[in-house]
């Protein structure tokens, strides 16, 4: 679990991580639970937005994702016989309080009862997030995290679930991505809801960094007093496409980081972010008390990281040549896109390596983003809750599935962690994305993150190699001579 003992540094040259390191796997409730109309769930803004026309690529949607909710006692087993020490995964808001508020839903609050105390007989830590982009569709028809009061009903879900689970779960984290939830789903339109309005798409940030804040305070309102809180940030290690483009850099390093990290462990928005944006919104929905409730104290931050951002200057030749096709994966744009939430800067393509989905492999980044975060913002526990590469993979003539790419990718990122952790940065773990391939988004079933494959047409799971490869890291805690 998450511990309050001292950071170590592993010695020099060691390939091992320093002891009590948590090694674990992280899925969500949307990409895998199915059973979208059992049990008294209520509908959730990914309900409605995969079954819209052409929103989710083949017309997929997460009605059976992989049938998580049937199989809980499977997937458990696969956990064991992997060793893992923790499973981070997410609660179905939507599947507690059906419409957002109001009376609990007592058979859906069971299953994650049942979860947990199964998770724990099978001696494997559980870590929940109450909010991994499920929102209830009934608050979207209240305005969603465009209004202020999804915040206040964010609280007392968290309130609910603290109170049924912290008892037995080492950490609670609040939010999962909230610049995916805000930029993405209101600026870009490509997840849920699907709106595409910068302004609307900063006050969503401010009303997640709110919902966080507040949900913090109702946490620790239930919890004993070892009951652990976090929020869980996709971080961007941005470059500039030149010189040129260092105002570029900091511009979207503010969008994609500052907003979210500087109110939370600072209590204040960065000032320039404030000023870079006062074309598009005057910021009027931030309130007296608003940054005091944000940033109460946190025992760890999570990072999600993938592939590093590169960034030039909104330019008039380059907004001639700008695209509508940015989505998850900018480097995949047929040109220069724009950047989520601004105007004045956007993503351009990077050279590979690369993942199916496009996203540059560069370990060290990652290394470069741990070490800034320790800089910048010190004090804070930092673990790895997301990191991991869909591949195209496939099961063989021999019934396995040979993911060597997929092995190299975590290896190096693993190494990445490691000497972060060399250079004093604090962290304290990490959690491969994901257990399970699953239903990825806007990215229906075409692409595979996970350790374990799966037939969507049987549901049937199998190790990848990647899979026995990782429980052997987690037995050695440390990485293999020469991976």
Known sequence: MLTQTSAQTPAAGSRRFPDGF????????????????????????????????????????????????????????????????AYRFSVSWPRILPTGSGAVNRAGLDFYTRLVDDLLAASITPLVTLYHWDLPEALQQTGGWANRDTAARFAEYAEVVGAALGDRVATITTLNEPWCSAFLGHAAGVHAPGLRDDATALAAAHHLNLAHGLGVAALRAVLPATGRVSLTLNLAQVRGASEADRDAVRHVDGIANRIFLDPVLRGSYPADVIDDLRHITDWSFIQDGDLTAISAPIDALGINYYSPTLVTSATPDIVAGATDAWVNDPQSAPGPSRFPGTDRAYAVPQDGPYTAMHWRIEPDSLTDLLVRVHRDYPGVQLMITENGAAFDDAVSPDGEVHDRDRIDYIAAHLAAVHGAIQAGADVRGYFVWTLLDNFEWAWGYSKRFGLVHVDFATLQRRLKDSARWYRDVIAANGLPTGA
């Open 22 to 85: 948590v090694w674990g796997a992280a899925t969500a409730a949307y990409q895998i639970e199915g059973a979208v109309g059992e049990a008294g769930r209520g509908r959730s803004i990914w309900d409605t937005f995969s079954h819209l026309p052409g929103r989710v690529r083949d017309g997929d949607t997460g009605d059976v994702a992989t049938d998580h909710y049937h199989r809980t006692a499977e997937d458990i087993a696969i956990m064991a016989e992997l060793g893992l020490g």
